[in-house]
């Protein structure tokens, strides 16, 4: 039924409107009172230095989005696969096949772990 | 009642793709993104497909964008720097290529006839559905999958430790 789903488009739109006319709200409220150093990028404390908008950032970040794609799309083939786990005459197979899906998944994990991509230096 | 939900996500997902292309702040474009795929999320389910929807929103929404955001702050994005890969001498190709792709799209488009479209006779593709044909049917594709994933995890890796070292 797809009236069914009525309700999440409900609660997603009442959450976006909420996230808006807070965002909203406060900007109309709260005084403005700007001069140049409240402006400016705070930075613990220090003089800003360049734009933040320049590519100063870590390729680390990226392999972590990178990893999180990955293990994004596995948890999503977790999903199907809990639905049908009660079923007995899939379950064995089913069971073993994840732990195979996720072993091999786990030996990227290791990998990754091992070349140091998880540290944060 | 259903047609109209369609319109409504069908225009608010053209208007925010449109945005996509138009806004000059990389970052706005990204969040209009987000707001494009919720729409295609919001007629998958139209078509009683839940799962892809979940899928569209789990992926495309969340892990997709994660990354384009991590892509915009980590590449140099002046105007600069970006004529560096995108010469104004060359605009006239793109210029060229433009049409010629309008053109192509046109022609799929217009020559497709829509008659096995829209929502399956069988209702609603339940999640259950797809995870018994995973399991059954689809189950060598399921483990070359975690595969592909692995080649993509060390690809990845390989690619960016050159930079980080």
């Known amino acids: 039924m797809l009236l069914n789903y009525l309700p999440v488009l409900l609660m997603s739109g009442f959450a976006a409107f909420m996230a808006g006319m807070i965002l909203y709200v406060s900007s109309i409220l709260s005084p403005h009172h700007p001069y140049r150093e409240k402006l400016t990028a705070w930075e613990c404390g220090m003089e800003p230095v360049g734009d933040a908008d320049t590519g100063h950032f870590r390729v680390h970040f990226f392999i972590i989005a990178i990893l999180f794609i990955l293990f994004d799309v596995e948890t999503l083939f977790l999903l199907p696969w809990a639905v049908v786990i009660a079923d007995k005459s899939i379950s064995l197979l089913a069971y073993i096949e994840m732990f195979i899906f996720i072993g091999v998944l786990a030996v990227g994990l290791v990998y990754a772990w091992a070349k140091g991509a998880l540290d944060w230096i | 009642m259903e047609r109209l939900f369609f319109l409504i996500f069908a225009s608010v997902a053209v208007v925010s793709a449109l945005c996509v292309v138009l806004f000059r702040n990389p970052v706005r474009s990204a ?9 295609v999320a919001c007629v998958f389910v139209l078509l009683r497909s839940p799962f892809l929807a979940v899928v569209q929103v789990f992926v495309y929404v969340g892990a997709v964008m994660v990354l384009f955001l991590f892509v915009v702050m980590i590449l140099d994005i002046r105007q600069a720097e970006l004529e560096a890969f995108f010469p104004p001498r060359n ?3 793109m210029y060229a290529i433009i049409p010629v792709i309008t053109f192509e799209f046109l022609l799929v488009i217009l020559g497709t006839s ?15 559905v797809i995870g018994r044909a995973l399991f059954t049917e689809y189950l060598l594709p399921f483990e070359v999958v975690s595969v592909l994933l692995l080649v993509a995890m060390v690809g990845a890796i390989v690619m960016a430790k050159k930079r980080w070292d």
């Open chain 2, 114 to 128: 829509f008659e096995g479209f829209g929502p399956g006779a069988g209702g609603e593709t339940k999640v259950e």
């Open chain 2, 31 to 39: 969040l209009a993104l987000m707001l494009c795929l919720l729409q």
């Open chain 2, 91 to 93: 605009r006239w190709l």
